[in-house]
């Protein structure tokens, strides 16, 4: 593998704006169709993968990249001429992997080139979730440094089972604030309560303090003033897994669906409502089964800007040759390819701007783009990959996508490292 021309770039998942930020135009609605794109998924070894891949971040100054598994691993990989190799590993301590639980989301501070923080968001059981930070300075000890930052749960049990709708993807944003997606953890009600940080979008500043935990809503959050948590951004979640920073400083997160819907939301101010439990998909969505205090109405909701059913015929399913032909969804927001600084784009430029996402049962892959306003300008579909979990773009520009390695995701099989190349 070549990774030849590292450049200064900021880590893929959301840490702030790259330096290649797309600045076109608002392109107009009639402007010719875009080219197609097709893609295929290249296999890299990846010495002692951690048993189900749930996030991949990729680190500036060359530096390589992390890995979490969903048992609690943090591995840190270097990137050489002849593949990655592992330099680094912890095992955070209690971290329940029943079900969806487990470490399932990672990001690592701003200021990780000095502080080596890295931040991860993992249950301790059924019913509750917790982010916590550790020093991964390459110290044999790293497992002691784990303080944590921020928690949130319920406190009793659910007729069916817990372990589902967790904490999940995490990132910082361009103020330096720690955002964090929280499911309602089957509690539907708390995502419409303001004063819940269930089924929320959640912001934090966490204390930089060495040894020391702990964080604080973020100042401009909507309720900082009063009127609800202090912690929240946005309410009317249900159960998102895979989100991130666009390059406009938007939150792009897929919502996965209860009955009807899979949903990708852009989140783009303070205090928006994406509608769960009172509306499921898009207003006037025909969802009856579970959202049943939907009242008609959706003055408030923020539709999301894609949402597919789960017809068999759905034209993402029909578009995409490979699909796997089972009733379960997934919806998943990986990334927004941003082009590289100092190498040649290795998509052609074709990608540039745009966002990857799909379904990971599925497994159609998609490129969209969406304007200032978070309108949808573009979707087509571009391959195919089955079961993605992980996604970022190396400061080359590849693509690279973690997978769990079997189509049982409970299975903990060694996760396998895919490149996306033009096809
Ligand atoms: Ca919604």
């Not at 390589?64 to 593949?83: N, P």
């Not at 497992?143 to 089972?161: I, K, N």
């Not at 929320?200 to 020391?212: K, N, Q």
């Not at 992980?390 to 997978?403: F, K, Q």
Request: proline share 8%; hydrophobic share 35%.
């Amino acid at each position: 593998m070549r990774f030849a021309l590292f450049a200064t770039v900021v880590a893929a998942l959301g840490c702030g704006d790259g330096p290649n930020t797309p600045t076109d135009a608002r392109p107009s609605p009639d402007l010719p169709p875009e080219e197609p794109v097709s893609v295929a998924f290249e296999a890299v070894d990846l010495p002692e993968s951690p048993a189900a891949p749930t996030a991949l971040v990729f680190l500036p100054d060359s530096e390589g990249f992390l890995v979490a598994g969903k048992r609690g691993e943090i591995h840190h990989y270097s990137m050489g001429e002849d593949g990655p190799t592992l330099v680094d590993e912890v095992q955070l301590p209690d971290v329940s992997s029943h079900q969806e639980c487990g470490l399932v989301g990672l990001a690592i501070d701003p200021e990780w080139t000095t502080n080596r923080f890295v931040y991860g968001s993992h249950c301790l059981d059924g019913r509750t979730s917790r982010i916590v930070r550790v020093t991964m300075d390459g110290s044999e000890d790293a497992a002691d440094s784990v303080v944590e930052v921020f928690r949130v749960g319920r406190d009793y049990e659910l007729e069916g089972g817990d372990n589902q709708h967790t904490m999940t993807s995490l990132f910082f944003d361009d103020t330096g604030a720690l955002v964090v997606m929280v499911g309602d953890r089957r509690n539907r009600e708390a995502a419409q309560d303001p004063d819940q940080d269930l089924g929320s979008i959640v912001r934090l500043v966490p204390s930089r303090v060495e040894g020391e935990g702990g964080a604080t809503g973020a100042p401009d959050n909507p309720y900082a003033a009063g009127g609800g948590s202090p912690n929240v951004w946005a309410k009317g979640v249900r159960s998102p897994w895979k989100a991130f920073l666009d390059s406009r400083g938007r939150i792009v997160v897929g919502d996965v669906g209860g009955a009807c819907f899979e949903e990708l939301n852009v989140v783009d101010g303070p205090g928006r409502n994406l509608g769960w439990p009172l509306l499921e998909g898009p207003c006037g969505g025909e969802c009856g089964r579970f959202v049943d205090q939907y009242t008609g109405e959706c003055e408030g909701m923020v539709d999301p800007v894609l949402s597919y059913d789960r017809s068999s015929d759905h034209a993402f399913l029909e578009d995409d040759p490979e699909v796997t032909p089972i009733p379960n969804r997934a919806v998943y927001a990986a990334l927004e390819h941003r082009s590289p600084v100092d190498a040649d784009d290795p998509y052609d430029d074709r990608l540039a701007g745009r966002v990857i996402w799909g379904d990971a049962i599925a497994g159609f892959v998609r490129a969209a783009r969406f304007d200032e306003t978070g309108a949808l300008l573009s979707d087509r579909p571009i391959g195919h990959i089955d079961w993605p979990t992980a996604w970022g773009e190396a400061p080359d520009g590849h693509v690279y996508v973690m997978t769990y390695g079997s189509d049982n995701p409970f299975d903990f099989e060694p996760g396998l490292l895919f490149r996306m190349v033009l096809r």
